[in-house]
Structure formats: C-alpha cells, structure tokens
T-cell receptor, first 113, second 116 residues
C-alpha cells in the first residue's frame, strides 16, 4: 500500500504569491493534518481535517487555509506569501479523528524568494 | 502549556557506541509519547511509541520508557550504526476536547551523526 503522498516535492515562489500544496492520505485513513517545519526546528501544527471538516487549527494567520475532499485528500493554501513561510510542509494521515498515531509524507519544501 | 524539551545536538558517536537522547515533557492529562526520525531530505518516520506510564516502546534496537514520575521519554540504543545518522524528534500527542482531535507537539530535534 502507498504511504502518504505529497506534491510537489519542491516549490519556489515569489513573495506575495499564492501556493497550493496537495496531500493524499494512506488508503482507509480519513483524517489529515498539516504541519510546518522551519529549518532547524520541530514541526508545528497548522490544521486537522476529518470527514471534510476542519477540526482543529494551530496558531497560524488567516493566510493559511485548507480543505479536504470526498476522497479524503487535502490541499493546503497559503496566500500573500512571506519570506518566513519558507519551510517544509508535512502532511500526516490518521485512520480517524482522535487517533494518536500519525503517518507522515515526505513533505513539500517551499522556498519563498 | 504543553511542550517537549530535547537535548541539543549534534550528538556525535562512533559506530557501536551507546546512544541516549534525553526528552522531557510538560503536559496536562495523559499524553501518548513518540519518537520520530527524519533522514536527510525526507519526512518523518515513526520510530516508536508509548501510550501510558511505564510502557516501553521499541523498534530497530531503539527503546524508550514512558516515565510519568520524571515526565521523561529518553531514547536509547545499545550499539549505533552509521545508518542511524538522522534527526530524532520527541513528540507528545494531546487530545483537544473542544474539537475532538489529537495534535502532535514536537521537540526541536536532535541531530545524530555516527562515524565509522
């Protein structure tokens, strides 16, 4: 079975632009979470989605938004990009909401110039 | 608030040396505890977990015991290999009752370099 897949793997954007990152969870997993990992730090929680609804949000500005589709895949959108948004964006899937164990994708490396 | 503190790296060891990476946590309630490993250019891989006090998680020769009295979850391995070189993250999972979901809180990571 395929693990969590994310696309693209790398992305370079200009300050002020918008970006969309994509994630496909493990087959059978219904919950998707997004994390931001700035270089040299641990990942920080951005969102969790379950059954197409936002269930939790971390301390990130409204420029960050996400959605989950009927097939449980998810997109993370970031508007008005800032240099500080440069990071590795990780998607994690869990079999259901409230499950403690999460499985991560390889991440999307976003560079804002 | 809830947090995880790891020993700073880098940790540099010779092959077959003993490894300890310290991790302590602060949390309300009873979190589950995890160690994740990140190899260069890759995402996070779950290494081991423990869900309640005194549980020992183990995988690939790595071990960690959930110590509630000292709020610790130290990672150990008896004999490291060059292939163990990576960044190791300690994390806790907390339940957010307002939304009915769990989120992971990570430490800053500890880089391990193993030399032949």
């Amino acid at each position: 079975d395929a693990g969590v897949t994310q696309s693209p793997t790398h992305l370079i954007k200009t300050r002020g632009q918008q970006v969309t990152l994509r994630c496909s969870p493990i087959s059978g997993h219904k919950s998707v979470s997004w994390y931001q990992q700035v270089l040299g730090q641990g990942p920080q929680f951005i969102f969790q989605y379950y059954e197409k609804e936002e269930r939790g949000r971390g301390n990130f500005p409204d420029r960050f938004s996400a959605r989950q589709f009927p097939n449980y895949s998810s997109e993370l959108n970031v508007n008005a990009l800032l240099l500080g948004d440069s990071a590795l964006y990780l998607c994690a899937s869990s079999i259901r909401q409230g499950t403690t164990e999460a499985f991560f994708g390889q991440g999307t490396r976003l560079t804002v110039v | 608030g809830d947090s995880v503190t790891q020993m700073e790296g880098p940790v540099t060891l010779s092959e077959e040396a003993f490894l300890t990476i310290n991790c302590t946590y602060t949390a309300t309630g009873y979190p589950s505890l995890f160690w994740y490993v990140q190899y260069p250019g890759e995402g996070l891989q779950l290494l081991l977990k423990a869900t309640k006090a005194d549980d020992k998680g183990s995988n690939k020769g790595f071990e960690a015991t959930y110590r509630k009295e000292t709020t610790s979850f130290h990672l150990e391995k008896g004999s490291v290999q060059v292939s163990d070189s990576a960044v190791y993250f300690c994390a806790l999972s907390i339940s957010m009752f307002s939304g009915g979901y769990n989120k992971l809180i990570f430490g800053a990571g500890t880089r391990l370099a193993v030399h032949p």
